[in-house]
C-alpha cells in the first residue's frame, strides 16, 4: 500500500474521479436537470454505497465560494478545498490561486499549493505553469506535474528550466517510488536526492524482503518501518532474514523490540534453534526479560540453573530489585561478581586460519547500570557490599585506565570497586571524597582522592579539585594529582591559578614542579 499525505490521498482520489466533471465556476447552475428515460435500478457495492451516477453526484457537490475557502480554518480547509476543485473550473482554480497567493507566507501551505496545481495543470498546463513562474510557486506547480506524469519532468523538465533538475527528481522520488528505484539502480548518485524511507515502504507492500534489501545496500539501516511491520505480520519470515543479516545493529534492535512487544513468546522458540552465538545470545536474553516480567523468582531459578552463568539475567533480576528490595539486589550483586572474574566484558574468540588466537571483547550489558542503580540508592552500602569482594583496595583497578573524554570520566574496568566508585564520583563528587578521606586503608583513600580531583577538574571546578589533591601532599603519596590539577587550571584559567599558587603555602618540591608547568610569558 502507497503511504504518503493523508490531504493527498484523499484529494487525488477525488481529483481522478472528478475529472470529468469539470463545470465553470462563475456562477452554480441550479437548473432543473433535463428529463429523461427512467434508469435501470443502481447496482450497490458489497458496502452498500451505490456507485457514481448523475443522481447522486450533485449532492456532493461543494457550495463553498472562493470567499468561503479563503475563511475556513485550517481544521475544515482541506476538505472543502479539495471537494471544491472536483469539478472547479480553470478559471475557478485562478481566480483563487489570484487571491490565495497574496497571503503572508506562514498563511499558504506547500500542500494546498501542490494539489491546486495538479488540478490545474489537468484542465490548463500552460495556464497553470505560466502563473507558476510569475508568481514563483515554480516548485509546487513542479511537483504537482510530476505526480501527474513524471516522464514529462524527467529529463527534459520542460517550462521550467535545468535549475530545477534536482526539485524534478525529488518529486519523482516521493511520488513514484517504483520509477525512482529504477532511476537509482541505473544511477546511484541520485540515493542523495531520493526519499528513501517512501520507497521502501512502497516496495515493501508487495516484497518486504526487496524493500529491506533496497536499504541495507543504500546504508538507511535507521529506516525500519518495513522491518517492524514485517516482524508484527510474519514474525517467522522477519526472523529468516534477520538470521543473515544479524550484524546490522539498527536492525536487530527494532527487530527485537516489536518481537518482544507483539511476539513474546517466540522470542524462546527462535533462539533454541540457533547454534551459539550473538543472534543466539540475544533471543535468549529477549525471552529472559519477558520471563521476568511474568515469574521474578522463576526467572531467578532460570539463571542460576544455567551451566554456564550469564551476568546479564544475574543483572536484570538484581535491578528488578533496587527499588522493592535493595539488600536481596546488593546479595545479587555481590553473586554475580563471584561467579565470573570478568561479569561486564565478553572475550569473542574471531577463528581465522592467519590468526587462530585472535579475538575482540564486547561490553556485556546489565552489571554496570546494576551498580550505578544501587550507587544512586545507598552509595555507602553498594560500596561497603563491593569492598567485601576479594582483591586490594584500589578503586581504580591497575588492569584498566582512567582519561578525560567528552568531559565526563570514563572507566574501562569491571571488579565492582572501581565500577561503584565511578559512579559515585560522576554523581556527588563531594560527597564520594568525603567518604573516601575518611577511610583507614591508605591505598583505598588515595585512590579514592585522586579519581574526585579528577573529576572536580573535568567539570573545571579547579578550586574544589585543588582542595582534594592536596589532601594527599606531604603524606606517604606524592603531589602528582595537585600538579595535574594546576597543570588543568592554569590551562584554562591561568590568572585564577596563578593567583592561588601565590597565595597558598606548598613545599617547595611541589611549586616548582606546579611553577614547571606555566607557559612561559610572551616577550
Known sequence: MKQGNPYLVILVVGLGFGAGFALHRGTRSTATPADHDPAPPQRTSSSGTRPPSADNLEATRSTDTIQDLLAADRSSFAGRFSLWLLDASAEDIAAFWDQYRQRNSYETDHWDKLVMFRRWIQLDPEGAIAAAKRDGAEESALWARAMLDPMSVLPAKPGFGSRWDDIATSAVMRFHPDLALKMIRDNPNLIADSDPDKIANEIAGDDREKALTYLVENGQLHLTEPLQRWTREDPQAAFAWMRLHWGLAEMKDDFLTMLGSEHPGLAKEFAAGLPEGAMKRDLAQLAFRELLKSDPAAALAAARAEPVPQPEQFAACARSMVDSDPQAALGLMVELFKLTPSPTVRTIRTYSPLDPTDSSSEEIPGPRDLVTDLVARDPQATMAAALQMPGDKTL????????????????????????????????????????????????????????AAAQFSTQERFPQAMEWAMELVGQDDSADAAVDVFKQWSSKNPEQAVRWLEETDLPDETRAAMQKTLKPAAP
Open 396 to 451: 581504580v583497578s591497575q588492569a584498566y585506565s582512567l582519561w578525560s573524554e567528552d568531559g565526563e570520566i570514563s572507566y574501562v574496568g569491571g571488579d565492582p570497586r572501581s565500577l561503584a566508585a565511578n559512579a559515585w564520583v560522576r554523581s556527588d563528587p563531594a560527597a564520594f571524597a568525603e567518604w573516601c578521606n575518611g577511610q583507614e586503608d591508605q591505598d583505598l583513600r588515595s585512590s579514592g582522592l585522586k579519581m
